[in-house]
């Protein structure tokens, strides 16, 4: 029995000696089969349980004006997506979610029902909308954040500025042209968190060079609000299908404003037609019409072959070239080439034109820059047509010097003016003036460059000479003439060729007006064309005006000096002498008379408490700041008036 | 030791969170101020709110 009993025990602890092998041999393999089979695959899957990726959408940059006006600026909104799978009740969520949002019930329902495990909502809500929906509390709906580009000045330069996708990219003007240096990339972080998905580290710091650039533009947008105003009211007031305005610097190329009708909104873009992004002043060409007369005269007086006293006969108004008669708006007899540009002449222009030769006013078109790009920073320019001597007719090389079979854009004849202007030097036109990172140091500046010099400068100081008796009482634009500032300039009016009859349309015209100011040291070229107005076409008329407006404003905003001729400065400081004199009533400064109370409106506490101290009266004070309210009345008798109350309030 | 390092990793983040809001914050106040200063909007208040016009050209006296 004993010696059994001791069998027994040997044999249990034998049993449990195996048992306890297998198990540490069933715990051996497993770890082998974790650490070293399934080693790394594991570590790695915990790895992405405490890791994560943070995408960060960089923001386009920031688009200012010259003066550092913000023009365009992203900033961060939320989006409203969902998880159709976790979304339960579809149908009253949809209903719901639709009445919150503003949107049509079956179309979100659609979104929810889709098999898809995302779908956007609605993008780029308001705050409003987002109280509501989270106010709604549905399971399934998210937020997230994205970028999206506003536009302050709304109208204001849109054609130029363009506009970027709700993804961020530039699809139009300068946002597309310069997309690549406006779009940031986007950032990766990976970062460590904790189960709760609280960041705790961020590893990889962000690269510098992946911001997004800003750029500055030659743009001032108050003078492109300006410019964007004269020109709708006149396009409004001529029933005009379009119309463009330029605002340029001379010396060096930059555009100040290019203003374009039909208008659009960029905020809202997708609500507008594609003809309405169009900026005109580049994409759009047509015939110069008389305007190119001022071309003419440059080549002619560069080569010498008239004088701006030169008199030539303008054949009473009917001259015969082939076949054609050619008619001028009135009979002219014999007439100085000055007087030809200054009447516009047509047949005027036709003979100074034959001592020129078409070979030679053609290479001066081409100096002067048409059937060419300008060189633009922008998307779409068009070149014009310009077509080799060579190629025309008798009567196309004759009415090629008034105008006629030359196709320019805009933009390509405000340049020419500005050649005439800066003393004849073509510029190279330029919008973005430098781009910046985001601490504002430049990363790459743009500087006014030359293309050719065209004339010599004292060719184009007597053309300017020329040009401005165009702006004279009787010349053919009187209304371009700014008060106090000497004007120079062209007028045309372009008949239209209808496309039908192939034939020039005695309805269809394009009014122009180009020129600059002040003539004697131009500091701005001003362009502008209506294409199709309604009523009388003539540039002079219609286009002129605008001219005229924004110049006048453009040159007070700028702080130009005004430019008077000796005779008028002498008078003008005996007006100084008598100002008294004049009969308009300035209503704001009231003088103060003895005896009454004194106007005290716009005035700081102490002002007026002196003032009552002198006059004996009792102050009643209401509020700080400026006074904008008195009672009594300023000019009340005093003698009734013992007490006075004066309401202030801080100024705005 | 390990802990301090996470204890200042979360209000680093957090930090970080903070400036992204607040520069974010700065950009809307940014659009405020542009698109409350756009030229359309000033004209129309300077108009209707102070009764302010353009001067006449009579009313506008150049000084030689």
């Known amino acids: 029995m004993r010696i059994k009993d001791k069998k027994w025990v040997r044999i249990r602890i034998y049993i449990t000696g195996i048992c306890f092998f297998l198990v540490f041999c069933l715990i051996f393999l497993r770890a082998y089969q974790l650490q070293i089979l399934k080693g790394s695959q594991l570590s790695s899957l915990a790895k992405k349980g405490y890791t994560g990726k943070l995408t960060l959408v960089s923001q386009r940059g920031t688009i200012f004006d010259r003066n550092g006006k913000e023009l365009a600026l992203s900033i961060e909104v939320d989006s409203l997506c969902c998880y159709p799978k976790k979304v339960k009740n579809k149908k009253t969520a949809a209903t719901r979610l639709a009445r919150a949002l503003d949107l049509n019930k079956r179309e979100v329902l659609k979104k929810l029902h889709s098999s898809r495990s995302f779908a956007w909502i609605k993008r780029k809500v308001t705050p409003e909308e987002i ?65 709760l998905g609280r960041s705790l580290i961020f590893d990889g710091p962000r690269i510098e060079k992946q911001d997004p650039s800003n750029l500055i533009l030659t743009l001032d947008k108050d003078i492109s609000y300006k410019a964007q105003k004269a020109l709708r009211e006149a396009v409004r007031k001529s029933r005009a299908k379009s119309g463009v305005c330029i605002v340029m610097r001379p010396q060096t190329g930059e555009i100040l404003a290019m203003a374009v009708v039909p208008e659009f909104n960029p905020n809202i873009f997708w ?103 300008t060189g633009i920073d922008f998307p779409g320019e068009r070149k014009g047509i310009l077509r080799p001597i060579r190629n025309m007719s008798l009567v196309g090389k004759n009415t090629l010097y008034f105008g006629q079979g030359i196709s320019v854009s805009p933009l ?102 180009g020129g600059f100011t002040p003539s004697d040291s131009p500091a701005l070229v001003i362009l502008v064309a209506l294409d199709e107005p309604k009523g009388i076409p003539y540039g002079g008329i219609v286009a002129a005006p605008v001219f005229s407006d924004v110049g006048c404003w453009t040159l007070n905003h700028l702080n130009v000096t005004p430019s008077f ?16 004199k004049r009969k308009e009533k300035i209503e704001i400064l009231r003088p103060d008379f003895p005896g009454s109370i004194p106007n005290l409106i716009g005035l700081g506490v102490r002002d007026v408490l002196k003032k009552a101290k002198q006059l004996g009266l009792q102050v009643v004070i209401k509020g700080s700041g400026m006074v904008v309210k008195q009672v009594p009345k300023p000019g009340t008798p005093l003698k009734k008036n013992r007490s006075l109350t004066v309401t202030f309030q801080p100024p705005a | 030791m390990n802990s301090k390092r996470t204890q200042m990793g979360y209000s680093l983040s957090q930090i970080k969170k903070e400036t992204g809001q607040i520069r974010e914050y700065n950009r809307k106040l940014k659009l405020e101020i542009a698109s409350l200063k756009s030229p359309e909007r000033l004209e129309n208040k300077a108009g209707k709110e102070f009764g302010l016009r353009y001067p006449l050209p009579q009313q506008i006296v150049f000084l030689p």
């Open chain 1, 131 to 195: 109280n509501r929906v989270q106010k709604l509390n549905i399971t399934g709906i998210d937020f997230t954040k994205e970028s999206r580009r506003y536009y302050p000045c709304m109208e204001t330069g849109a054609h130029v500025i363009g506009f970027a996708s709700q993804d961020n990219k530039g699809l139009e003007g300068i946002e597309l042209r310069y997309n690549r240096y406006l779009e940031g990339q986007e950032t990766k972080f990976s970062r460590i968190h904790d189960a």
């Open chain 1, 271 to 373: 609500q507008y037609q594609p003809y309405e992004w169009r900026n005109r002043a580049i994409t759009d060409c047509f015939e110069p019409g008389s305007t190119q007369k001022a071309f003419l005269l440059a080549g002619a007086l560069e080569e010498g072959v008239v004088s701006p006293e030169t008199v030539l006969n303008c054949e009473k108004g009917e001259y015969p070239i082939g076949s054609y008669i050619i008619h001028d708006s009135k009979p002219y007899g014999m007439l100085k080439v000055r007087e030809i540009l200054k009447f516009s002449s047509n047949i005027g222009a036709i003979k100074i034109g034959q001592r020129l030769g078409a070979e030679r006013f053609n290479y001066y078109l081409k100096r002067f820059g048409f059937g060419e790009q």
């Open chain 1, 565 to 580: 001729p000796p005779a008028v400065r002498r008078a003008g400081q005996q007006d100084l002498l008598h100002p008294i």
């Open chain 1, 412 to 513: 390509q004849l405000a340049m020419a003016f500005g050649a005439i202007a800066n003393g004849g030097h073509l510029m190279r036109p330029y919008i973005v003036k430098s781009i910046v990172d985001q601490r504002g140091e430049a990363i790459q500046n743009f500087y006014p460059s030359i293309i050719r010099d065209v004339i010599s400068p004292e060719t184009a100081e007597k053309v300017r000479g020329v040009l401005e008796g165009v702006v004279r009482k009787d010349g053919t634009a009187p209304k371009a003439a700014i008060k106090k500032y000497s004007v120079a300039g062209k007028t045309g009016t372009a008949q239209k060729v209808d496309p039908i009859r192939k034939a020039y349309s005695n309805k269809k015209f394009v009014a122009i007006f």
